[in-house]
């Protein structure tokens, strides 16, 4: 069992705004990635309701829309998709300015941005909540101090040289057990909050049950499928997939399915927060561009959970982490950065592209805890593309140091130290 000293903070937390401003507030994501417990955390103050419970939303729909701000008031809405008259209700009610502040939470994200969209356009700010980062589980001693992993400096507009040439190159002791404790945990359960105070077996069972439930709840809300079994299969096939290149037909075929069904399933997966579509670079740099979109699950106790891949260690797995943690950090703090990853025809590949406002940094990711220059080819060549585009690159590994790896800006960076 992890130590009772992890740290619990939620990043998210920090840029959500305080119940005194005039807004309205979308927090959304996976289900049981913590949506709940963070609103009420952050808005102590606020009525709590959740239109999960049949009786709440009868009581929604009797409510007189100019009585809103009398029977409801500023309040925390949860599974808001559930009962649509909530949204026009507080639209009246907040363009009236009888109420000032709502938080709306769900985790369909389809249904709930259809709603927006008909009804709270240009009044609701969007956040989206992820499975726990490497960041949030860093164990601190019991001090509750945090500060912002390395991986944000990136985003400063500084040379990689600049970035890590002001971190110690190890950490020691206490400090190094707490930060590698954390990636393997990642690595091994993945994110989800509910985990954290089971034991391995409970974790294992979990995990399973939750994949019976968004079967049962999310993708109900999603589609009316009448058969559940070709999209669990679907949902295995798509997982054993993970960091590989979509082929749509390829999935169908396999899964005993048509390729518009295989979109369609894919699609479900996307909107419910289960995984993501990394594009590929969009200039071709050195030769033509393979145009292909490589999928990624986004928590990897559900991608074991689904593979069956319970004890087991990959470089498919671990690219699947850097890439997730990447892109939750990107999200989570809603940094102006975009994710791609570079392969052309001829086979010159760079795991992963991060297109900032000051220039690009290219990323390789290697599942050893050994690296060499040998391993920034790829990224040397691309770095003479870019010209004064380039930031710099890193060989995000599993070893134990940060160090240089050559020019132009070419660094050595364990994902420990990188996602904490």
């Known amino acids: 069992m992890m130590s009772e000293n992890l740290q619990r903070i939620r990043f998210l937390k920090h840029c959500l705004p305080t119940s005194s401003a005039s807004k309205l507030i979308l927090m959304t994501g996976a289900r049981q990635t913590g949506k709940t417990t963070l609103a009420k955390n952050q808005y102590p103050q606020l009525r709590y309701i959740n239109l ?3 009786e709440n939303r009868e009581f929604i729909k009797i409510i007189p829309t100019a009585s809103w701000n009398r029977d409801i008031g500023n309040a925390v809405i949860d599974e808001a998709q559930k009962e649509p008259e909530v949204f026009e209700k507080i639209k009246y009610a907040f363009d009236e300015r009888s109420i000032t502040f709502t938080v709306l939470l769900g985790s369909s994200q389809i249904l709930l941005l259809k709603k927006i969209r008909e009804s709270l356009a240009g009044r609701v700010s969007i956040y989206e909540l992820w499975p726990l980062m490497m960041s949030e589980l860093t164990d601190t001693g019991g001090t509750g101090d945090y500060c912002m992993p390395l991986v944000d400096r990136l985003f400063s507009g500084k040379s990689l040289d600049d970035i890590f040439k002001e971190v110690p190159g190890v950490l020691l002791d206490r400090e190094y057990a707490g930060k590698k404790h954390a990636e393997q945990y990642l690595f091994q359960w993945g994110g989800m909050p509910a985990l954290l105070s089971l034991d391995d077996n409970e974790r294992w069972k ?14 109900t809300d999603l589609a009316r499928l009448d058969d559940l079994a070709p999209f669990r299969k679907f949902q295995k096939l ?3 997939r993970s960091g590989q290149l979509l082929n749509y037909s390829e999935l169908a075929r396999d899964a005993d399915i048509s390729v518009d069904t295989s979109r369609r399933y894919l699609e479900y997966l996307n909107i419910s927060y289960q995984v993501i579509l990394l594009q590929p670079y969009y200039r071709n740099l050195t030769s033509s561009l393979v145009k292909t979109p490589k999928i990624y699950w ?8 689904l593979c069956g891949f319970r004890e ?3 470089g498919a797995i671990y690219e699947t982490l850097v890439v997730a943690e990447f892109y ?6 809603q940094r102006q950065v975009e994710l791609y990853f570079y392969r052309t025809r001829s086979g010159l590949e760079v795991d992963l592209m991060l297109q900032t406002l000051h220039g690009v940094i290219g990323v390789e990711v290697k599942s050893r805890e050994n690296v060499s220059s040998a391993d920034c080819k790829a990224m040397k060549e ?4 870019l010209g004064n585009e380039w930031l710099g690159g890193m060989v995000v590994y599993r070893g134990p140091e940060i160090r240089k790896l050559g020019n132009p800006n070419l660094w050595a960076v364990p994902s420990f130290r990188l996602f904490t």
């Open 52 to 54: 999960d419970a049949p």
């Open 206 to 219: 979990w995990l399973k049950d939750y994949g019976y439930t968004y079967l049962e709840r999310d993708l």
């Open 238 to 240: 798509s997982a054993l």
């Open 298 to 305: 986004l928590d990897i106790g559900l991608l074991r959970m």
């Open 312 to 314: 087991t260690e990959s």
């Open 328 to 333: 939750k950090w990107i999200k989570t703090m």
């Open 382 to 385: 691309i770095a003479a593309s």
